[in-house]
């Protein structure tokens, strides 16, 4: 069973820095590098919303509301994957779930399957 797990979440300031960690469990490395993977948010009331993501093959795409200030990476030999968020703003604040799933379509979909708990993200003005 995928299981995985988010870290690095907290409290900032505005124009701060947060770096998200994803580990993945229940894969083997060469699994791993197969599987697309991104991160998405939700803030209280409104709706999930994807903010990067990462196919198998390591293209990339962004959120336009936080394109220039986060960057997605993964690790496959360490099953990670991290979201480095810079120049943070209030807007930014909400859970943040990694997700992660091996089939093209639930990939272009950004219809994951597996899902972390999610880790907090508050930014403050």
């Known amino acids: 069973q995928v299981q995985l797990v988010e870290s690095g979440g907290g409290s900032v300031q505005a124009g701060g820095s947060l770096r998200l960690s994803c580990a993945a469990s229940?894969?083997?490395?060469?699994?791993?590098?197969?599987?697309?993977m991104g991160w998405f948010r939700q803030a209280p009331g409104l709706e999930r919303e994807g903010v990067a993501v990462?196919?198998?093959?390591?293209?990339?795409s962004y959120a336009h509301s936080v394109k220039g200030r986060f960057t997605i990476s993964r690790d496959n030999a360490k099953k990670t994957m991290v979201l480095q968020m810079d120049s943070l703003q209030p807007e930014d604040t909400a859970m943040y779930y990694c997700?992660?799933?091996?089939?093209?379509?639930?990939?272009?979909?950004?219809?994951?399957?597996?899902w972390g708990q999610g880790t907090q993200v508050t930014v403050s003005s």
């Open positions: 997700a992660t799933d091996f089939y093209s379509v639930r990939c272009a979909a950004r219809t994951y399957y597996y």
């Open positions: 229940g894969l083997t490395v060469s699994s791993f590098s197969t599987y697309c």
């Open positions: 990462i196919e198998r093959d390591g293209s990339i």
